[in-house]
């Protein structure tokens, strides 16, 4: 993300019945943080929130003023925006635009593995999208057995890696 005072809240992928439903690919805890946000931008125009739910994955947002498939459809492949000071998430906590770019360390390997391009969201779990030196991406779960956290500070995510991920391994 270039402007750290906006938050990019999802993209509109697709609308979701005929009553102005959209569907919405998530970049944030959606559901969790839109409690505290109460109106979300579309380019220079904000649209109030009347509703969210989680659907598959993806959220189902209603906006005020979008209430027919067409005013819905018109939106596709917009992304929901708002102003960063919009929420507070507390004290050692971060949007995942927040920590793009930061190196990624393997403790398995003891090595920089790469740079965090970006997290993307699946029904099973958030995947951290690592872009090599070479310009080869590594998708690891940010579950458990994976995610070793994340130190603002130091700007670098740790993982612990299993054989076969790296490509080191694979040599």
Same mark, same amino acid.
């Given at each position: 993300?270039?402007?750290?005072?906006?938050?990019?809240?999802?993209?509109?992928?697709?609308?979701?019945?005929?009553?102005?439903?959209?569907?919405?690919?998530?970049? *944030?805890?959606?559901?969790?943080? =839109?409690? &505290?946000?109460?109106?979300?931008?579309?380019?220079?125009?904000?649209?109030? %929130?009347? $509703? *969210?739910?989680?659907?598959?994955?993806? %959220?189902?947002?209603?906006?005020?003023? %979008?209430?027919?498939?067409?005013?819905? /459809? $018109?939106?596709?492949?917009?992304?929901?925006?708002? $102003?960063?000071? $919009?929420?507070?998430?507390?004290?050692?906590?971060?949007?995942?635009?927040?920590?793009?770019?930061?190196?990624?360390?393997?403790?398995?390997?003891? &090595?920089? %593995?790469?740079?965090?391009?970006?997290?993307? =969201?699946?029904?099973?779990?958030?995947?951290?999208?690592?872009?090599?030196?070479?310009?080869? /991406?590594?998708?690891?779960?940010?579950?458990?057995?994976?995610?070793?956290?994340?130190?603002?500070?130091?700007?670098?995510?740790?993982?612990?890696?299993?054989?076969?991920? *790296? /490509?080191?391994? /694979?040599?």
């Amino acid at each position: 993300m270039e402007n750290n005072n906006v938050i990019e809240w999802g993209e509109i992928v697709n609308t979701h019945g005929v009553r102005g439903e959209l569907k919405v690919m998530p970049f *944030v805890e959606f559901k969790k943080l =839109s409690k &505290q946000v109460k109106s979300l931008d579309i380019g220079k125009k904000s649209y109030n %929130i009347t $509703a *969210v739910r989680e659907h598959k994955g993806m %959220i189902l947002l209603t906006l005020e003023g %979008i209430d027919t498939m067409d005013k819905a /459809e $018109a939106l596709r492949g917009k992304v929901l925006t708002t $102003a960063r000071d $919009a929420v507070d998430l507390g004290e050692g906590h971060y949007f995942y635009s927040d920590i793009y770019g930061f190196e990624v360390y393997d403790e398995r390997t003891e &090595q920089v %593995i790469g740079v965090l391009d970006r997290i993307e =969201s699946y029904p099973g779990s958030d995947v951290y999208v690592i872009r090599t030196e070479g310009g080869k /991406e590594i998708l690891i779960p940010m579950v458990e057995a994976f995610d070793r956290g994340v130190d603002l500070e130091e700007e670098c995510v740790y993982v612990e890696t299993i054989e076969g991920m *790296v /490509e080191e391994d /694979e040599d």
